[in-house]
Every structure is written in C-alpha cells, then in structure tokens.
Antibody, heavy 116, light 107 residues
Framework: QVQLQESGPGLVKPSETLSLTCTVSGGSISNFYWSWVRQPPGGGLEWIGYIYETGSSNYNPSLKSRVTMSVDTSKNQFSLRLNSVTAADTAVYYC??????????WGQGTLVIVSS | DIQLTQSPPFLSASVGDRVTITCRASQGISSYLAWYQQKPGKAPKLLIYAASTLQSGVPSRFSGSGSGTEFTLTISSLQPEDFATYYCQHFNSYPYNFGQGTKLQIK
C-alpha cells in the first residue's frame, strides 16, 4: 500500500515562496502521475497540477504563472513550489497519486498559513 | 475549463435512507469522473472512478452512474459513517476540476 507524506514549512510570509515535498513510500514513483491538491479552510478542493517521473507536468491555469513542480526519482519524492503567495494561498495542501481517471492515494495533508 | 456543479450542496438524511447526489459537467466528459468522500480533518477517499466502477474496499451500498454531462452517486442505505462531504472530479481535460461538494448531514 503506497503511502504519501507531505513536508515543509507551515507558515510562509506574503510574497514569499511556498515549498512542499511529498515522500512516497511502499511503492515506486515510476509509472504514475503525482499531483497536488489544495483546500482552503472550510472550502472545497482545487487541483493544482501533476508531474510525471520524466518531469512532464501540467498545471491549473489559475495558478500556472506561480507554480513549479519537480520530481526526484532517486529519493521517491516530488515537490511543489508556489511563489508570490498571498493570504488566499492559505490552505491544506495534499500530495496525491493519480491513476485510472482518479486520485487513489492521498497524503494526510499539511496546513500552510500565509501570514506575516 | 470544464466546470462541475454538484447538487444539492447540503443534504439532510437519516440512517437507512437512500440518497442521491448529482454532478453536472459544463460539457461532455464521457465517463471520466470520480467520486470522493471526505470527513473533517481527513484527506478525501476515492469511492468511484470511471463514473461507475467501485474502488476496491468500498462498500457496495455506494454506486455511481452517468456519462456525458450528468452523473449520480447513490448510497443505497445510509450508515452512520457515511455522513461526510462528497466531491466529484473530472479527468476529461486539464484542469481536472472538482465539484464544490455536497455535505451530507444527519437529519
């Protein structure tokens, strides 16, 4: 059973860069699409984008200008960077695995607060 | 972008009831739709994929149907553990948007 664990700062200052890493255990990072999804407090789910093992990626147009994803297959990790953050970026960030037209595995989520 | 509209946004029901949640797409998405259940403080859990395929380990009281632009999630007999928020998500084209959610509450 694959497990995913997010890590990174829980507090980021406005205008700075949010950086999170997801560590995949219990399975290989190869041959799957790896995604980030976020959820503001009390709000719904927003798909941020995905990255494949080759580095191929696709981002939500609503965030595309600020998002960068990367993958490190040697460490079984993938990462999210979101720059120029504002309070609107405060959310629980989930890393997840995409498979047959679904997301079948999720990390527990990490709350990132944007505040000075 | 393809938008998904769920209805109703809130639903009150009792244990043993049969409930149906609808997800409508702004354009056709074939059967590229998944349903998730989310409980407070927890990550979403996959229930249904490809519109009607039950994820392994999910109770058979959950079922999904539909194709094109209209989809439904049905719970045949509500159990206490089913009270949660439910989301649909499409996988037809990027971005893979979610519906806004349906909160299922105890009546």
């Amino acid at each position: 059973q694959v497990q995913l664990q997010e890590s990174g700062p829980g507090l980021v200052k406005p205008s700075e860069t949010l950086s999170l890493t997801c560590t995949v255990s219990g399975g290989s990072i190869s041959n799957f699409y790896w995604s980030w999804v976020r959820q503001p407090p009390g709000g719904g789910l927003e798909w941020i984008g995905y990255i494949y093992e080759t580095g191929s990626s696709n981002y939500n147009p609503s965030l595309k200008s600020r998002v960068t994803m990367s993958v490190d297959t040697s460490k079984n990790q993938f990462s999210l960077r979101l720059n120029s953050v504002t309070a609107a970026d405060t959310a629980v960030y989930y890393c997840a695995r995409e498979t047959t037209f679904s997301i079948d595995s999720w990390g527990q989520g990490t709350l990132v607060i944007v505040s000075s | 972008d393809i938008q998904l509209t769920q209805s109703p946004p809130f639903l009150s029901a009792s244990v043993g009831d049969r409930v149906t949640i609808t997800c409508r797409a702004s354009q056709g998405i074939s059967s590229y739709l998944a349903w998730y259940q989310q409980k407070p403080g927890k990550a979403p859990k996959l229930l249904i994929y490809a519109a009607s395929t039950l994820q392994s380990g999910v109770p058979s009281r959950f079922s999904g149907s539909g194709s094109g632009t209209e989809f439904t999630l049905t719970i045949s007999s509500l159990q206490p553990e089913d009270f949660a928020t439910y989301y649909c998500q499409h996988f037809n084209s990027y971005p893979y948007n979610f519906g806004q959610g349906t909160k299922l509450q105890i009546k």
